[in-house]
């Protein structure tokens, strides 16, 4: 590959929020495409993982990774044909492309996926994945996949949680092995083990879609009929309580570590894959820079005991259990022993999708470690300016021919990544993007609706977050973000409420926000622009509505 100069046709960059066309797509930039006509794209499920503008190797792997785990995903479960299940080597078919430096889906995929599944719909895999169904998507119900899917179904539902548990502990094995390897590894050693990441990284990145699609989103889906049904209890309430959730178990370990029951130290070693921005490659994650879990620990260890987060674990464990018998004692004794067996598969699924996503998550940092070990070396022999310079090359630049002018790229793409940084894009689109600019006009409204997943009532003053940086976040306060990743479980632990852009029912800050018992809208869309720092506000996270009390002093 000879990559074009940074004085070479294309350089000339639109100023945000300019009246200038579209940016051309262009092969030297991974980070931004062009949408066929008419086609439904959103930001919201992917930008849970991959929050904010990303580099060129965060997206490069993510691209494939994510593309092939999902119609491998609807594989397993019957809906899509062998054919659909691979991924296309024209860009322009794939469901998952880069607008902007952002990651975006194409929901006309996944809507025609689950028109194919008896029990769903196209629009209900679009409000469960992504909060709201769009009003331009169009469904077309068919029953032609229904005999393969009532045969692949049932098989991938009981095998993939044994498989996911054995690949889990494998995984963290490894991972630990590698990590403390990388340090000694020469550049051919570091390749070797950056092309062996990448490879389980897109294995476990798989098992996580499959987990989703056909064991925890389906169950979740028999409990929502199932409360509907009966008219008793919530779901927001039957979907928490059940312990085993891996982001967690970081507040637990964090909990014992302020009580002096475990030193920081063990702390990094169970959990330093995770960390501000962990989506991104080029991040520094808790293993490499634990200043921010001393700080929490320090925050931990001045709360009172009646916090603690496993006795608040059993508190909501004995509600949903009160809840289950609730709504057994409803329903007529000939359906009880189903919904029994139900229930008693929830508990026991629900919790998988935070183990699979810990996997690829740890696969991913192994990744980040030889990949930053890569740079080190080619940094040293004056191959590349910098270290951090090895996140904006692709796979195989890495791992096989280097390009032509590898500064040029380099600084050609970074020029790039600034300018998208610069922009921001909406959360959905039809066709072809427009970058957007805050403006005071959006912070006008009083209230913000969204999705309520986690009850409960609060009031106080919020504080918004657009850089995972936790450093001024205060106990008490209600956060708002664009997104959120598994590393804010740790912050959500000594905060009021959780309000966030994007995400639906089975979003990590959901899935956390219920097991943590703080109270949590997502979907609000507007929320980080609407909100502002020291707003009073009051978060209700059963109807989904954000109310701002009163503004700060700065924003009146």
């Given at each position: 590959?000879?990559?074009?100069?940074?004085s070479?046709?294309?350089?000339?960059?639109?100023?945000?929020?300019?009246?200038?066309?579209?940016?051309p797509?262009?092969?030297?930039?991974?980070?931004?495409?062009?949408?066929?006509?008419?086609?439904?794209?959103?930001?919201?499920?992917?930008g849970?993982?991959l929050?904010?503008?990303?580099?060129?190797?965060?997206?490069?792997?993510?691209?494939?990774?994510?593309?092939?785990?999902t119609?491998?995903?609807f594989?397993?479960?019957?809906?899509?044909?062998r054919?659909?299940?691979?991924?296309?080597?024209?860009r322009?078919e794939?469901?998952?492309?880069?607008?902007?430096g952002?990651g975006?889906?194409?929901?006309d995929f996944?809507?025609?996926?689950?028109?194919?599944?008896?029990?769903?719909?196209g629009?209900?895999?679009?409000?469960?994945v992504?909060?709201?169904?769009?009003?331009t998507?169009?469904?077309?119900?068919?029953?032609?996949?229904?005999?393969?899917?009532?045969?692949?179904?049932?098989?991938?539902?009981f095998?993939i949680p044994?498989?996911l548990?054995?690949?889990a502990?494998?995984?963290?094995q490894?991972?630990?092995?590698?990590?403390?390897?990388?340090?000694d590894?020469?550049?051919?050693?570091?390749?070797?083990?950056?092309?062996?990441?990448?490879?389980?990284?897109?294995?476990?990145?798989a098992?996580?879609?499959t987990?989703?699609?056909c064991?925890?989103?389906?169950?979740?889906?028999?409990?929502?009929?199932?409360?509907?049904?009966?008219?008793?209890?919530?779901?927001?309430?039957?979907?928490?309580?059940?312990?085993?959730?891996?982001e967690t178990?970081?507040?637990?370990d964090?909990?014992?570590a302020?009580?002096g029951?475990?030193?920081?130290?063990?702390?990094?070693?169970?959990n330093?894959?995770?960390?501000?921005?962990?989506?991104e490659?080029?991040?520094?994650v808790?293993?490499?820079?634990?200043?921010?879990?001393?700080?929490?620990?320090?925050?931990?260890?001045v709360?009172?005991?009646?916090?603690?987060?496993?006795?608040r674990?059993?508190?909501l464990?004995d509600?949903?259990l009160?809840?289950e018998?609730?709504?057994?004692?409803a329903l007529?004794p000939?359906r009880?022993p189903?919904a029994?067996?139900?229930?008693?598969?929830?508990?026991?699924v629900?919790?998988?999708?935070?183990?699979?996503?810990?996997?690829?998550?740890?696969?991913?940092?192994?990744?980040?470690?030889a990949?930053?070990?890569?740079?080190?070396?080619?940094?040293?022999?004056?191959?590349i300016?910098?270290?951090?310079d090895?996140f904006?090359?692709?796979?195989?630049?890495?791992?096989?021919?280097?390009?032509?002018?590898?500064?040029?790229?380099i600084e050609r793409?970074?020029?790039?990544?600034?300018?998208y940084?610069?922009?921001?894009?909406?959360?959905?689109?039809?066709?072809?993007?427009?970058?957007?600019?805050?403006?005071?006009?959006?912070?006008?409204?009083?209230s913000?609706?969204?999705?309520g997943v986690?009850?409960?009532?609060?009031?106080g003053?919020?504080?918004?977050?657009?850089?995972?940086?936790?450093?001024?976040?205060?106990?008490g306060?209600?956060?708002?973000?664009?997104?959120?990743?598994?590393?804010?479980?740790?912050?959500?632990?000594?905060?009021?409420?959780?309000?966030?852009d994007?995400?639906?029912?089975?979003?990590h800050?959901?899935?956390?926000a219920?097991?943590l018992?703080?109270?949590?809208?997502?979907?609000?869309?507007t929320?980080?622009?609407s909100?502002?720092?020291?707003?009073?506000?009051?978060v209700?996270?059963?109807?989904?509505?954000?109310?701002?009390l009163?503004?700060?002093?700065?924003?009146?």
């Amino acid at each position: 590959m000879t990559a074009l100069s940074p004085s070479g046709p294309g350089s000339e960059l639109p100023a945000a929020g300019s009246a200038a066309g579209p940016l051309p797509a262009e092969s030297w930039d991974p980070l931004h495409a062009g949408s066929p006509p008419g086609r439904l794209w959103s930001r919201a499920n992917i930008g849970e993982a991959l929050p904010g503008v990303l580099t060129t190797l965060t997206w490069d792997l993510w691209e494939v990774a994510a593309e092939g785990a999902t119609r491998e995903a609807f594989h397993a479960l019957g809906a899509a044909t062998r054919g659909e299940s691979r991924v296309p080597l024209d860009r322009e078919e794939r469901f998952s492309s880069a607008f902007y430096g952002r990651g975006a889906v194409q929901l006309d995929f996944l809507s025609s996926m689950g028109d194919r599944i008896p029990g769903t719909s196209g629009a209900a895999i679009a409000e469960q994945v992504f909060g709201r169904v769009p009003e331009t998507l169009v469904g077309l119900r068919t029953r032609r996949r229904y005999p393969i899917i009532a045969a692949r179904m049932p098989y991938t539902f009981f095998r993939i949680p044994s498989v996911l548990r054995a690949t889990a502990a494998d995984t963290q094995q490894w991972w630990r092995c590698q990590i403390a390897s990388v340090p000694d590894l020469d550049h051919t050693a570091a390749v070797r083990l950056f092309s062996e990441a990448t490879a389980r990284f897109r294995r476990n990145v798989a098992l996580q879609a499959t987990t989703l699609f056909c064991v925890v989103q389906p169950i979740y889906n028999v409990l929502e009929k199932l409360t509907a049904g009966v008219g008793v209890g919530d779901m927001t309430s039957l979907a928490s309580g059940y312990g085993s959730v891996p982001e967690t178990a970081v507040v637990a370990d964090l909990w014992r570590a302020s009580r002096g029951e475990m030193d920081i130290s063990e702390v990094v070693d169970r959990n330093g894959f995770h960390g501000p921005h962990e989506g991104e490659l080029s991040s520094r994650v808790w293993r490499e820079d634990a200043t921010a879990l001393h700080r929490l620990v320090a925050e931990y260890a001045v709360m009172d005991e009646e916090r603690n987060p496993l006795a608040r674990e059993a508190a909501l464990r004995d509600r949903r259990l009160e809840l289950e018998r609730d709504i057994l004692a409803a329903l007529p004794p000939v359906r009880r022993p189903l919904a029994r067996r139900v229930l008693h598969t929830a508990s026991t699924v629900i919790p998988l999708r935070g183990m699979a996503k810990e996997s690829f998550l740890q696969a991913s940092d192994t990744i980040r470690a030889a990949a930053r070990r890569v740079g080190d070396l080619l940094a040293s022999d004056g191959t590349i300016a910098t270290s951090d310079d090895v996140f904006f090359l692709t796979e195989s630049e890495i791992a096989g021919r280097r390009p032509d002018d590898i500064r040029g790229l380099i600084e050609r793409r970074r020029e790039r990544y600034a300018y998208y940084r610069s922009i921001e894009l909406p959360t959905h689109w039809q066709g072809d993007p427009v970058p957007i600019v805050a403006t005071a006009e959006s912070r006008a409204a009083d209230s913000v609706n969204g999705v309520g997943v986690s009850p409960g009532v609060v009031e106080g003053f919020a504080r918004v977050v657009t850089d995972p940086d936790f450093d001024y976040v205060e106990p008490g306060e209600i956060l708002v973000a664009a997104a959120t990743d598994p590393s804010w479980s740790s912050i959500m632990f000594i905060s009021a409420a959780l309000v966030v852009d994007i995400g639906g029912a089975l979003s990590h800050a959901a899935i956390v926000a219920r097991e943590l018992a703080v109270p949590c809208v997502v979907n609000t869309i507007t929320g980080t622009r609407s909100i502002r720092t020291g707003d009073r506000c009051r978060v209700d996270g059963t109807t989904g509505i954000v109310t701002v009390l009163e503004r700060a002093a700065s924003s009146s």
